[in-house]
């Protein structure tokens, strides 16, 4: 009865610890599974060989998952993709094991390769679909990069393998080309699992950008940003990016980002535009400034007029020409 008991109560931790990762940890292990399952298939013979490529056989499926849980950052996938990659899992596997000629077989490969070519397509999309504005500089370029990687293992593995001489050397060395690449792909999936772990996407339930409980830290390093824009005039240069922000401060970009959103701004363009509009106020609200609205908005670090036409209404209400025309003096003396 004890023994029943302690392998009841060790069946319920093992449960509750797997109920407890998030949709990216257990995405990560299965498809670091599948691809570890790709590999073996590849360089086995025989009934193992057979048994990792059953198991390796929805890579493809896993990996598109695993691209989801990277760009998204809703705790629960949508049950549709989760579909998709159990009918990649068993067409392929049907492939595999049903003899070959036979309708079934043909059914099973033709739902294998509909759907696993759908998967692939997917997973370069998925970064570059849920893009949107503010993101700082260190995840657009993730963005990038990881569409690169996976579309160079691709083409490798799969368009650059294709030659006219046949024989079992040739599938040899394809099998072990492919194999090479589902490793480096093993490699490329557990990097990108380790910048979104350090760098996670946060959202609330509406689906947009949740703002983070402001920290002390993030207070002191935004009065030490508010204080760097008042004394060095950062914002008044046209080319300036939140990274030269960042390296003046000595701080990472995503801490930076982090504390503009604690000062109530969307993004760092925000946070510089209003340190320049507060300026272009002040000058068009000193009677002994007789400069243009086009010079005051060079001055101010816009590069043409129109932008500072722009970011100004929505800053005030109304344009620069309006606001010089109206009494905005003593509102120009407070900013």
Not at 53 to 72: K, Q
Not at 246 to 270: D, H, K, M, T, W
């Amino acid at each position: 009865m004890s023994t029943l008991t302690l392998q009841s109560a060790s069946g319920g931790k093992l449960m509750s610890s797997w109920r407890s990762l998030d949709r990216l940890h257990i995405h990560a292990m299965i498809t670091a599974l599948s691809f570890v399952s790709y590999v073996l298939g590849r360089l086995l013979d025989g009934g193992a060989g057979t048994v990792f490529a059953v198991g390796g056989v929805a890579a493809c499926g896993w990996a598109w998952l695993l691209a989801r849980a990277l760009f998204d950052a809703e705790p629960h996938d949508a049950r549709w993709p989760r579909v998709v990659a159990l009918i990649i899992q068993l067409s392929g596997a049907a492939a595999i094991l049903l003899p070959e000629g036979g309708v079934a077989a043909g059914i099973a490969e033709n739902s294998y390769m509909l759907c696993g070519s759908a998967a692939l397509l997917l997973t370069f999309v998925e970064p570059l679909s849920r893009r949107r504005p503010g993101l700082p500089a260190t995840e657009r370029r993730f963005r990038i990069v990881f569409p690169v990687i996976y579309t160079l293992l691709v083409a490798v593995s799969i368009l650059g393998l294709r030659s006219a001489d046949g024989g079992q050397a040739e599938a040899d060395r394809i099998d072990l080309i492919k194999a090479a690449c589902a490793f480096v792909g093993l490699w490329a999936c557990g990097a990108a699992v380790w910048f979104r772990i350090t760098h996670p996407l946060e959202r609330d339930g509406a689906g947009r950008p949740a703002r983070r409980a402001t920290t002390a830290e993030d207070l002191r390093l935004a009065e030490r940003l508010q204080r760097l824009l008042r004394e060095e005039d950062f914002h008044t240069d046209p080319d300036l990016r939140i990274a030269d922000v960042a390296s003046r401060l000595g701080e990472p970009e995503y801490r930076v980002s982090q504390c503009i959103a604690g000062l109530g701004f969307a993004n760092f363009n925000r946070l510089i535009n209003h340190h320049r509009i507060r300026r272009a106020k002040a000058l068009l609200a000193d009677p002994a400034y007789r400069g243009s609205i086009l010079e005051i908005a060079f001055d101010c670090g816009f590069g043409s007029l129109g932008p500072f036409n722009r970011a100004f209404r929505d800053e005030v209400g109304m344009t620069p020409r309006a606001f010089r025309k109206s009494d905005g003096r003593a509102e120009g003396a407070e900013a």
